[in-house]
T-cell receptor
Framework: GQQVMQIPQYQHVQEGEDFTTYCNSS?????IQWYKQRPGGHPVFLIQ?????EVKKQKRLTFQFGEAKKNSSLHITATQTTDVGTYFC???????????FGRGTSLIVHP | DAGVTQSPTHLIKTRGQQVTLRCSPK?????VSWYQQALGQGPQFIFQ???????QRGNFPDRFSGHQFPNYSSELNVNALLLGDSALYLC????????????FGEGSWLTVV
């Protein structure tokens, strides 16, 4: 079945440093979604990318969807303590519209 | 505009017992999905309900069952609870028109002892 992998599993950064998490799918995705889950909270939808090679920005966050629609990345510039949480990518493969989630990357920001 | 609401927020059950979790979707949404999120893992899809029918199911045993009511709210039932069923159970709703974008509730934390 489809597998979605994320690396790294954990990332410690000093406040102000940049952060990147990578997402790779074993199959081609129709779209890729990113979610953020704060400690003790629930996943909150951030963005959806649909087109091959698409790049979208939300303030300090930059999301990319690979040309082959099998990988994606999330880059945060100049991290802040409010960025702490686990970032999940998720995407449906094939004819399904049910997104498969990766295990997430937990971001820890040290002030 | 109320978001996705779930109840109860926390509960403790004993092995072998049964549990029912409840979910009300976001206003305007008619599709409800249930996910299980174990500690340190991403959400795992259990099943999805639309028009009061189960439309898709993930890799979960028959002990996991559900229901959707005419007002679009939903229940998740788990029978013969195992220790490994301890997890955060998330309900997510979406509008069929934009069914790829889902909104999660705050979840129900289930502990099986």
């Amino acid at each position: 079945g489809q597998q979605v992998m994320q690396i790294p599993q954990y990332q410690h950064v000093q406040e102000g440093e940049d952060f990147t998490t990578y997402c790779n799918s074993s199959t081609t995705l129709s779209n890729i979604q990113w979610y953020k889950q704060r400690p003790g909270g629930h996943p909150v939808f951030l963005i959806q990318l649909v087109k091959s090679g698409e790049v979208k920005k939300q303030k300090r966050l930059t999301f990319q969807f690979g040309e082959a629609k099998k990988n994606s990345s999330l880059h945060i510039t100049a991290t802040q303590t409010t960025d702490v949480g686990t970032y999940f990518c998720a995407g449906p493969a094939g004819g399904s519209y049910i997104p498969t989630f990766g295990r997430g990357t937990s971001l820890i920001v040290h002030p | 505009d109320a978001g996705v609401t779930q109840s109860p927020t926390h509960l403790i059950k004993t092995r072998g017992q049964q549990v029912t979790l409840r979910c009300s979707p976001k206003s305007g949404h008619d599709t409800v999905s249930w996910y299980q999120q174990a500690l340190g893992q991403g959400p795992q899809f259990i099943f999805q309900y639309y028009e009061e029918e189960e439309r898709q199911r993930g890799n979960f045993p028959d002990r996991f069952s559900g229901h959707q009511f005419p007002n679009y709210s939903s229940e998740l039932n788990v029978n013969a609870l195992l220790l490994g069923d301890s997890a955060l159970y998330l309900c997510a709703s979406s509008p069929m028109a934009g069914r790829n974008t889902i909104y999660f509730g705050e979840g129900s934390w289930l502990t099986v002892v």
